[in-house]
């Protein structure tokens, strides 16, 4: 069984910083892209954040500047490192994979884990 389990967040002033890690464990022929997602009250889930297998990176252009994803393939580990934090960037923030496993290749997401950016 894959799973996604995320940690960090939390409550952060506006200009601080903070480090998402998303880990992902089971039985595991690869992984691909790996992701960070966010979803804001009253709106839709965006994409904050990718990175390929390879280590290409892409963000939202929100965030371009300020957040860093990266991932440490021994690990199964991706991790997203926030800076400069806006009150706007309050949401809760879902970890995403795409996963081969033995059952074919899938996405799988995190339980997400809550960032609220306030004085």
């Known amino acids: 069984q894959v799973r996604l389990v995320e940690s960090g967040g939390g409550l952060v002033q506006p200009g601080g910083a903070v480090r998402l890690s998303c880990a992902a464990s089971?039985?595991?022929?690869?992984?691909?892209?790996m992701a960070w997602h966010r979803q804001a009250p009253g709106k839709q889930r965006e994409l904050v954040a990718a990175?390929?297998?390879?280590?290409?990176?892409n963000y939202a252009d929100s965030v371009k500047g300020r957040f860093t994803i990266s991932r440490d393939n021994a690990k199964a580990t991706v991790y997203l490192q926030m800076n400069s934090l806006k009150p706007e960037d309050t949401a809760v923030y879902y970890c995403?994979?795409?996963?081969?496993?033995?059952?074919?290749?899938?996405?799988?997401w995190g339980q997400g884990t809550q960032v609220t950016v306030s004085s």
């Open positions: 990175v390929t297998s390879g280590g290409s990176t």
């Open positions: 089971g039985v595991m022929i690869s992984i691909n892209t």
């Open positions: 995403n994979a795409r996963i081969h496993a033995f059952a074919g290749e899938n996405d799988y």
